[in-house]
């Protein structure tokens, strides 16, 4: 599904800072999104927690950046860490090729897959969220 | 007559004297990385000496060659006739911008500090909990890379200075811009004198940096001479820290990164050793120390011009500490920290740290 020119596929839930989780039965699949992987460019580190680390909804757990930019990641629900895509230890720049499969950042294994509810979802959630980050953070 | 650019008549005498021999290459950072011989100090000569001779041009196709120099001043060091290759691509970077080659990344580099009060462009400083600008007898100046990049690790050395009831303060500080020299520019005016007038306003008689490049700068350079006028001393943290007792000691083992600024640039090699030996006896060099130690990849603008390229050269140096078998690597500049800590990979189970921060964390029972 194409949002404003960015790539946002409708069957996976974002969380504000532009990262999408997919629901994939016991875990989440979690990863960067278009709008952010274009905004950052080259993808260049992916900080890569050891699988077991306890997240907390909100909190940050990692770290990533690319030439330009700092990036943290929060969590997007409670829950544990229980894989990373260590692909992207040797090339980041997955994220920027494929954000949606190959370049695919952790797995989750949440408390409460109800959570879900509390990231946006629907296409007017989506369609108002990214108007705002547009004008915030595209310069033309 | 007057050569066509500044490099040939500043320096033109030391790029005929390049003897081709190759010792450069040998030690080179880029090089090793990138295994490409035009990046290499010799590769660099053979080019300048063509455009010197005239059967070439300084233009934006020499971008990629001569912009790819972390000045890490490993060649200086092993050239037998004396070529101090990092002074002459400062030069040829500055005669590249003023004809409008320049890499896009240091421009943007130099725009930035236009506008911003650090390299990185943000807007919202992390404020370590602590009071800014009061009188006291040391300013810890942090540095663009601690205040934005390796802010933990910042957290922790104030903690430390706290634990040693160090009388400090930080300030207001912006980038001290002395990265600009390295990148074909001059240092940020407006910059330097708003760190100057901080730092005389706290009353403090030295100034302690966690940044070697930062101490590099206000030491060398004549826009922060008014605080060397003015008897206000500039000590890197290491040199601070030498002679303390800290009561604390890790049975791991432990080796050192000399940073590039540092070392080679400073000559400060022994302190670190110093600090490090009394909190860790069981202390391992690395193959390539002191003046021989293996460049991380970040200066010279390398980092955020070829990042892939910097963290590539940290992968090598990383090596090094697989081959010692060291469980800790310790160095005290936060860039080196920063591109160390991105480059480990995962397998690589030996934790990176600035000498502070591991001493505040020995102290505080968490490492």
């Known amino acids: 599904m194409e949002i404003r020119g960015y790539n946002m596929p409708e069957d996976l839930y974002y969380e504000q800072n532009h990262f999408w989780v997919r629901d994939e039965g016991d875990v989440l699949v979690m990863g960067m999104d278009d709008f952010a992987q274009i905004l950052a460019g080259e993808i260049v580190y992916v900080q890569l927690p050891e699988e077991g680390k306890i997240l907390k909804a909100g909190k940050r757990f990692a770290k990533m950046e690319s030439g330009k930019w700092l990036g943290k990641v929060y969590a997007p629900v409670n829950g544990e860490l229980v894989a990373v895509n260590e692909e992207l230890e040797t090339n980041p720049g997955l994220i920027n090729d494929d954000c949606y499969g190959k370049g695919w950042m952790y797995k989750i294994k949440p408390e409460d897959k109800g959570e879900l509810d509390n990231l946006m979802h629907t296409h007017e959630e989506l369609d108002t969220w990214l108007a705002e980050d547009i004008e915030k953070y595209v310069k033309e | ?367």
């Open chain 2, 1 to 367: 007559m007057e050569a066509k650019y500044n490099f040939a008549d500043r320096f033109g005498d030391q790029v005929l004297r390049c003897s081709k021999c190759g010792l450069c290459q040998a030690v080179c950072p880029v090089f090793g990385a990138m295994l490409r011989p035009s990046y290499s100090a010799r590769g660099k000569m053979l080019i300048l000496k063509e455009v010197m001779d005239g059967t070439i041009e300084l233009s934006d196709e020499l971008i990629e060659t001569l912009f790819q120099c972390t000045i890490c001043k490993s060649c200086f060091e092993n050239c037998p006739s004396g070529v101090d290759v990092p002074e002459i691509i400062r030069q040829t970077r500055r005669d590249m911008v003023q004809i409008g080659s320049c890499h896009p990344a240091f421009e943007g580099m130099n725009e930035v500090l236009k506008n911003h009060t650090n390299i990185y462009a943000e807007d919202e400083p992390e404020d370590f909990e602590r009071e800014r600008n009061k009188k006291a007898k040391y300013v810890y100046f942090i540095g663009c890379v601690g205040s934005y990049r390796e802010d933990e690790a910042t957290m922790s050395t104030l903690d430390l200075l706290d634990r040693l009831k160090v009388d400090y303060t930080l300030i207001d500080e912006v980038c001290c811009s002395g990265v600009l020299e390295d990148l074909g520019y001059q240092i940020n005016e407006r910059l330097a004198r708003k760190n100057i007038d901080l730092i005389l306003a706290t009353g403090a008689k030295a100034v302690i940096t966690g940044c070697p490049y930062c101490s590099r700068t206000f030491n060398s350079k004549p826009q922060y001479a008014e605080l060397n006028d003015k008897g206000i001393k500039i000590i890197h943290v290491t040199q601070f820290l030498k002679g303390m007792d800290f009561g604390v000691k890790t049975d791991k083992l432990v080796t050192y990164h000399d940073p590039c600024d540092l070392g080679r640039h400073c000559g400060i090699y022994e302190e670190p050793r110093e600090i490090v030996r009394k909190i860790a006896p069981r202390f391992v060099e690395l193959r390539h120390n002191r003046v021989d130690a293996l460049c991380c990849g970040a200066g010279g603008g390398v980092r955020g011009a070829y990042p892939k390229n910097s963290i590539a050269m940290a992968r090598r140096r990383l090596q090094e500490v697989e081959e010692v078998g060291a469980d800790v690597v310790l160095t005290e500049c936060n860039s080196c920290v920063h591109n160390l800590s991105n480059a480990k990979l995962r397998k690589q189970k030996f934790r990176i740290y600035n000498i502070s921060q591991f001493i505040n964390e020995l102290m505080e029972g968490t490492e």
